[in-house]
């Protein structure tokens, strides 16, 4: 488990996320004194006070009234649930703005990003962490079809052979149907909330206020660059443009691959608010987590060898490690879904991550190491601790390949790596209090923070050091397993 000071200071995190989103709401409670009690125009005509203050006034009651239907309707038949979601239903984009402004919007989107910071932490704070980041309702039959009406120029009724108008899921800034096209292929349909975007870009000024606590644990902190490099991150996932150009060249690159799906994108039908792409197949992650231990082991060999193949032939990261982002089959087949969030990594930054590696796993250099994480910014100059403290510290992150020996990815790992992050009372105190997160390492910290924490749940089995060195490009390795097998002759047939 992790320490008392992790978990202390986890909860501080937590709850500076929660006194960010209360000041904000104050903030907008002061300007909402002067603002008319009687309906406002609508949401893009608005001013970005106006639109604060009006949901300090409106969104406390749409936050406890969704928290009271939901436990209304853990009591209820199915036919009482489907009339109390029908009556909760968002119905204008008023009501969007009410409910995201609140539950979600930039603050959910900053909790989908901690999400994985709550490993072995008290409930309370899991509860505190949850709360940044729980569904919102579903818009109405009639507003998700006025939103692919508006982009797509005519009702869903008439674009499609088919439209189911209860959503399938919940996206984190919108909602996805089932649909059939006219030419008969079975497909998705993301459709954005109206006016999301107006409350993350705005709810995202209050961003710095989350981060901004955390400069006061932590001496060699600048919260400038994370907030900016989250900022934009958040903000691009707004453009389903961007993300259908994303997936698309994820799709392209593994199309055919023996055990990694990207559905395609639907061009014809997707635009800025709507996204359509092939509807995918499997179960969700909850399901294959109770599959026996040789399934989990293949599934997470897939996600490891998607994560690092995109990220070395690609120069790209799904930045989303999240379990509602895979579908699963048997064999270790995985579909991956959501591709808003996506960073790109200059061929420089690409030769910094290979130089880390060969300094700290294939050299055993750390005296170079350390010159490389100094030199970007990962720990400040003259820190005043050993180089084999400094070995101590990063050697966990690195820990599954440093060795050429079958491991077991654990939730204590995980827990643990949290814990060198985070804690600036543990035995690291003097490393964790002088770190930093240069911009090009605040999404790919997420492999540390999100992937092996879902490999860690699934406590996935494998030689991870021979996997890595066939995925390196400065080794290419060859086949260390069936699957990597199989992706070997894959590559050989479709890349040469």
């Known amino acids: 488990m992790p320490r008392r000071g992790t978990r202390a200071l986890l909860t501080g995190v937590a709850v500076a996320a929660a006194a960010a989103l209360v000041l904000a709401r104050r903030r907008r409670g002061r300007a909402a004194g002067t603002a008319a009690d009687g309906p ?20 406390g009651r749409a936050g406890a009234g969704y928290a009271l239907h939901r436990a209304r309707r853990i009591f209820a038949s199915a036919e009482r649930q489907a009339e109390l979601d029908q009556r909760f239903e968002m119905r204008t984009a008023e009501q969007v703005a009410e409910v995201l402004g609140n539950m979600k919007g930039a603050f959910m989107k900053i909790g989908q990003m901690a999400s994985y910071l709550d490993v072995g932490l008290p409930e309370s704070t899991r509860a505190a962490l949850a709360e940044l980041q729980r569904d919102a309702p579903p818009m109405s039959a ?55 975007d107006e409350a993350i870009a705005a709810d995202m000024d209050s961003a710095g206020l989350v981060f901004g606590a955390l400069g006061l644990a932590f001496d060699g902190f600048d919260p400038g660059p994370l907030v900016e490099e989250v900022r934009a991150r958040v903000l691009e996932e707004l453009d389903y443009r961007r993300e259908a150009r994303n997936q698309q060249l994820f799709a392209d690159f593994y199309r055919g691959h023996p055990f990694i799906h990207v559905p395609d994108v639907v061009p014809e039908l997707s635009t800025g608010r709507v996204l359509t792409t092939e509807l995918a197949e499997g179960v969700r992650f909850e399901v294959m987590a109770g599959w026996d231990q040789e399934e989990r082991n293949l599934a997470a060999e897939a996600i490891y060898r998607f994560v690092f193949r995109s990220l070395y032939r690609l120069r790209a990261f799904n930045g989303d490690p999240h379990p509602g982002n895979y579908l699963f089959r048997p ?21 910094v991550f290979g130089d880390m590696i060969r300094a700290m796993v294939m050299e055993g250099d750390t005296a170079r190491y350390r010159r490389i994480v100094e ?9 005043p601790v050993s180089d084999e403290q400094v070995h101590e510290y990063f050697s966990h992150f690195y820990e599954f390949v440093l060795r050429d020996e079958e491991m077991t990815i654990t939730p204590q790992w995980s827990a643990d790596a949290v814990a060198r992050y985070f804690d600036p009372t543990g035995p690291h105190g003097p490393i964790v209090k002088a770190a930093n997160l240069p911009p090009s390492f605040v999404i790919i910290q997420r492999i540390n923070l999100g992937l092996m924490a879902i490999l860690g749940e699934l406590r996935a089995t494998a030689n991870f050091r021979r996997i890595a060195e066939e995925l390196w490009p400065w080794i290419d390795g060859p086949p260390s397993t069936p699957m990597g097998k199989a992706e070997a002759d894959w590559l050989a047939e479709r890349h040469g």
């Not at 982009?151 to 919940?170: H, I, Q, R, T």
């Not at 030199?375 to 820190?383: A, E, H, N, V």
């Open 40 to 59: 406002g125009p609508a949401v893009r005509a608005r001013s970005r006070a106006q639109r604060r203050a009006e949901l300090a006034r409106l969104g």
């Open 142 to 196: 009639e507003l998700a079809a006025s939103v692919v009406e508006r982009e797509l120029g005519a009702p869903p009724e008439e674009l499609f052979l088919e439209w189911d108008p209860v959503p399938l899921a919940s996206a984190s800034i919108g909602q996805v149907h089932r649909a059939i096209t006219r030419d008969e292929r079975a497909v998705a349909v993301k459709v954005q909330y109206p006016g999301v």
């Open 375 to 383: 030199q970007i910014g990962l720990l400040r100059p003259g820190t």
């Open 331 to 351: 064999g270790g087949q995985v579909t991956f879904l959501d591709f808003g969030l996506v960073k790109y990594f200059t061929p420089d930054e690409m030769d």
